[in-house]
């Protein structure tokens, strides 16, 4: 019996933000949570350079079977939901995006930065990093990512793969704005493939 691989996480959003929300995917029609557990949040982390590998560890080593663990999860979950919302292009539910900007917000409340003074090569330069001191903080890089995102960039550019079987977003940086699936190589093969199939269907039906 071949081994099952378990799907990977995906990294078409073109920003962080798409990233986290693309964490929660569609398999064979049934939702799968790619967030599953606290090692799983932190592998993310690392692959999207939001903690290096050495940090992974040492987080894991400290806050794996603490109290807050099952917390996080939850948590994180939970600010993908409201991120989800607020990436929406014209979202018109004011109480509900108060209540996201709300937990957005808090997140980013806790935030605490390091800076430190680096001589190199005769000139100085400034080196920061987040600090985490629960295991809540892991996600403030992800609500600061929101602020860049939501702030800076155009959500009407914010699109969903046009499969519809799949939910993955991604922002459309495309030179004419027509990028269409999450893949080319996967959805958009897909799709070409049943369009012709399609196709051939209909040619059968006329000839018959």
Same mark, same amino acid.
């Given at each position: 019996?071949?081994? /099952?691989i ?5 990294f078409?959003?073109?920003h962080p933000v798409?990233d986290?929300?693309?964490?929660k995917?569609?398999?064979?029609g ?6 599953d557990?606290?090692d !799983?949040?932190? #592998?993310?982390?690392v692959k999207? *350079?939001?903690?290096?590998?050495v940090e992974?560890n040492?987080?894991?080593a400290?806050? !794996? ?8 999860v ?10 989800f919302?607020?990436i929406q292009?014209?979202?018109v539910?004011?109480?509900?995006? &108060?209540?996201?900007?709300q =937990?957005v *917000?808090?997140?980013? /409340?806790? &935030?605490?930065?390091?800076?430190t003074?680096i001589?190199k @090569?005769?000139a =100085? %330069?400034?080196k ?5 001191r ?5 996600l403030?890089?992800?609500?600061? %990512?929101?602020v860049?995102?939501?702030t800076?960039? #155009?959500?009407k550019?914010?699109? /969903? +793969?046009?499969?519809?079987? +799949?939910?993955l977003?991604? =922002? @459309?940086n !495309?030179? *004419?704005?027509? $990028?269409?699936?999450?893949s080319?190589?996967?959805c958009g093969n897909r799709?070409?493939?049943?369009? =012709?199939?399609? $196709? &051939? /269907?209909?040619q &059968?039906?006329?000839e %018959?």
């Amino acid at each position: 019996m071949p081994k /099952k691989i378990a799907p990977e996480f995906y990294f078409i959003g073109n920003h962080p933000v798409l990233d986290f929300v693309n964490t929660k995917i569609a398999v064979n029609g049934e939702p799968l949570d790619l967030l599953d557990t606290f090692d !799983s949040l932190l #592998d993310w982390m690392v692959k999207s *350079n939001l903690l290096t590998e050495v940090e992974r560890n040492l987080y894991r080593a400290a806050w !794996s079977g603490a109290e807050e663990e099952a917390g996080i999860v939850e948590a994180a979950r939970l600010l993908r939901d409201h991120l989800f919302h607020l990436i929406q292009p014209g979202s018109v539910n004011e109480t509900l995006t &108060q209540a996201s900007l709300q =937990y957005v *917000n808090g997140l980013l /409340k806790e &935030q605490i930065f390091r800076t430190t003074l680096i001589a190199k @090569d005769r000139a =100085y %330069s400034r080196k920061s990093r987040m600090l985490f001191r629960k295991p809540l903080d892991l996600l403030t890089p992800v609500a600061s %990512s929101a602020v860049d995102f939501l702030t800076t960039y #155009d959500l009407k550019l914010v699109k /969903k +793969c046009e499969n519809p079987a +799949c939910v993955l977003r991604f =922002y @459309d940086n !495309s030179k *004419n704005g027509t $990028r269409r699936w999450c893949s080319p190589k996967t959805c958009g093969n897909r799709m070409k493939v049943a369009a =012709y199939l399609e $196709r &051939q /269907k209909q040619q &059968q039906i006329k000839e %018959s």
